[in-house]
C-alpha cells in the first residue's frame, strides 16, 4: 500500500551518549538537504566544547547546527517548555527555507515533548505557558533548605507527591515543591490534568456522539532513530572517551567554570551548583583535583591519587547517564510511542562495531529516512531490523509508571533502607539476593539473642537462693 509524502516531517536521533548520534545526523542532513538542532541540554551551553561534548566544526561538515551554545553560563538549563517554544520555532524557519529539521541529542524528555502535544506548560493562554523565573531558589529560598525541610513542606501541600518519593531524593522532590511554587498548582493536579488532556485527544467521537478511533497526540509524522550499542562495547568507548576529553583540554574546562564560579562569589553572586552547567559529566568530578594543582599544596602522590580517583568518577558518572538514557528510551519513549500506535516510527540501528558504524547505521537510516519522505513504499517493521530490535522496541511494560499513579504503592524496607514505589518493585526487593541475605542475617541474630535470654533466664533460675522448708 503506498503512503503520500509526509507533511512537515521531524527526523530524531536518540540514543546513549557515545554512540555516534551526531555523526549520523550530519550524514542525513547532507543527503536530504537538512539542518541541525541541538536536543542536548548541556550543549545549549556557549563555550566549553569538551565537558558538554559538542560536536566540532570540523564534524559539522558545514551542517548548520541550531540551538547549539546559545545561552550563557550564569543561566539556568531550559525548562521543557521553553525548549518546545525554541525548537518549534527552529523548525519553523528551518522548513521555510526548504530544508529539513533533524533533531539529535541525548536530553530525551526534550525530544519526547517536542514529538508529542500533551503537555500542560505548552498550552497557550493560562499560567501554565509563563516562563519559569532562572533563579528559583532566590525567589522562593525555601527551595535552598535541607531535604526534610523540602519534603515537611511538600507533605503539607501535595502529600500525593510526597509519597511518591524516596525521603533522600532531593531532585524530585525539590522539584514538585517548584512545580507547585511556579504554578499555583500542585504538581499531582498538574499530572492528573496532563493524563485527562492526553486521554481526551486519544478518543475521537463520531457524528452520532460514538467513539471512533484514537487521533495521535504527535505533533508531526516522525521517523526516530535510536542509535544502540551492546554495553560491552559501549563501556569501553565511554571509558576510553575520558582520556581524550584529557587530552583535549578538559582541566581548562574545569579550571575556567571553577574561576567563573569564584568570580561571582567575589561579587556576592551564589552560584548553585546542583544544577544547569554545573551538574556536567566531568566538572564535579576533576574538580578537587584541578583545586589541589592549582593550590600546589599536595604531594605528587597525593596529586597521582586524586587525579585516578576523578577518572574513576567520571568514568562511572558516563557509564551511568548512558544507563539513564536507555531507561528513558525503554520505558518512558517506547510506551509513549505504542499508546499512540506509532510504534513503527523508531527504529533501532546497532552501532556497537564503530569500524562498521557506515554499513550498520548510515546506510540502513538513509534508505530508510529516503522511503519515509517519498512516501511511495510502506515502511519496514522496525523489530524485522534485527534480533536486538525486536527486543528492545517492545516495551519492557506496559506501563510509564510516572504516568499511572494509581500504581504508585510506596513501602519502605527498614531492613535494606529501600523505597519501592510500586509492588512490581517490592516484589522484586523481597526476592533479591542482598534483601534475603540481610533477612537471613538479622534472623540469625535474632535467634541468638533469644539463645542468650534463655540462657540468662536459666542461669539466674540456677543461682536463685532455695527457700527453706515450712
Known amino acids: 500500500m503506498t ?18 548520534k551526531s555523526q549520523l545526523a550530519v550524514e542525513l542532513a547532507k543527503r536530504y538537504n537538512g539542518e541541525i538542532i541541538n536536543g542536548d541540554a548541556m550543549q545549549l551551553y556557549a563555550g566549553l566544547p ?4 559538542k560536536i566540532t566544526a570540523e564534524e559539522q561538515q558545514g551542517i548548520p547546527h541550531n540551538l547549539l551554545g546559545c545561552i550563557g553560563l550564569h543561566e539556568q538549563t531550559w525548562v521543557v517548555g521553553t525548549f518546545v517554544k525554541k525548537a518549534l520555532g527552529v523548525m519553523e524557519d528551518i522548513r521555510s527555507r526548504g530544508k529539513l529539521p533533524i533533531l539529535v541529542g541525548g536530553t530525551h524528555y526534550y525530544t519526547q515533548s517536542l514529538l508529542f502535544r500533551d503537555r500542560l506548560a505548552e498550552k497557550e493562554g493560562g499560567s501554565e505557558s509563563k516562563e519559569f523565573v532562572p533563579d528559583t531558589k532566590q525567589q522562593w529560598p525555601i527551595l535552598d533548605e535541607p531535604t526534610e525541610v523540602l ?36 504538581a499531582s493536579d498538574v499530572y492528573a490534568e496532563q493524563r485527562q488532556l492526553k486521554a481526551g485527544q486519544n478518543v475521537v467521537l463520531d457524528g452520532d456522539g460514538h467513539a471512533g478511533a484514537a ?10 532513530f535510536w542509535v544502540h550499542a551492546q554495553n560491552d562495547s559501549l563501556r569501553d568507548r565511554l571509558d576510553g572517551r575520558v582520556s581524550k576529553m584529557m587530552a583535549d583540554g578538559l582541566l581548562g574546562e574545569v579550571r575556567e567554570l571553577s574561576a567563573f564560579a569564584e568570580g561571582h562569589a567575589a561579587d556576592g553572586v551564589d552560584i548553585d551548583e546542583t544544577r544547569g552547567i554545573w551538574v556536567s559529566i566531568g566538572y564535579k568530578e576533576f574538580k578537587a583535583y584541578t583545586t589541589a594543582l592549582q593550590n600546589g599544596s599536595a604531594s605528587d602522590q597525593e596529586l597521582r591519587k586524586l587525579k585516578a580517583e576523578a577518572i574513576e568518577r567520571t568514568q562511572i558518572a558516563t557509564r551511568q547517564y548512558a544507563k539513564r538514557q536507555l531507561r528513558w528510551i525503554r520505558i518512558k519513549l517506547v510506551n ?19 569500524s562498521h558504524f557506515d554499513p550498520d547505521v548510515v546506510g540502513p537510516a538513509l534508505e530508510l529516512t529516503r522511503i519515509f519522505l517519498n512516501g511511495s513504499n510502506p515502511m519496514p517493521d522496525p523489530a524485522s531490523m534485527s534480533s536486538t ?15 499511572t499513579p494509581e500504581k504508585w504503592t510506596r513501602q519502605h524496607c527498614e531492613l535494606c533502607g529501600v523505597t519501592c514505589i510500586t509492588e512490581e518493585q517490592w516484589g522484586m526487593h523481597v526476592k533479591s539476593k542482598a534483601h534475603r541475605k540481610l533477612k537471613a542475617k538479622a534472623k540469625k541474630a535474632d535467634e541468638t539473642e533469644a539463645r542468650q535470654k534463655d540462657t540468662q533466664a536459666n542461669t539466674a533460675t540456677a543461682q536463685a537462693p532455695v527457700g527453706k522448708p515450712p
Request: cysteine-free.
Open 151 to 186: 519534603l515537611d513542606e511538600l507533605r503539607r501541600i501535595d502529600p500525593v507527591m510526597a509519597d511518591r518519593w524516596h525521603p533522600n531524593d532531593r531532585r524530585k522532590i525539590q522539584r514538585s515543591l517548584e512545580i507547585y511554587l511556579q504554578t499555583g498548582k500542585k
Open 389 to 403: 530490535a525486536k527486543d528492545l522496541l517492545t516495551p519492557s511494560r506496559d506501563y510509564d509508571l510516572a504516568a
Open 3 to 20: 503512503r503520500p509524502p509526509p507533511n512537515n516531517p521531524l527526523i530524531a536521533v536518540i540514543g546513549a551518549t557515545g554512540t555516534g
Open 50 to 53: 569538551i565537558i558538554t561534548n
Open 215 to 224: 487521533e495521535t497526540s504527535m505533533r508531526f509524522p516522525a521517523l526516530i
Open 336 to 354: 509513549a510511542l505504542a499508546s499512540e500506535n506509532a510504534s513503527n516510527s523508531l527504529y533501532l540501528l546497532d552501532g556497537s562495531d564503530i
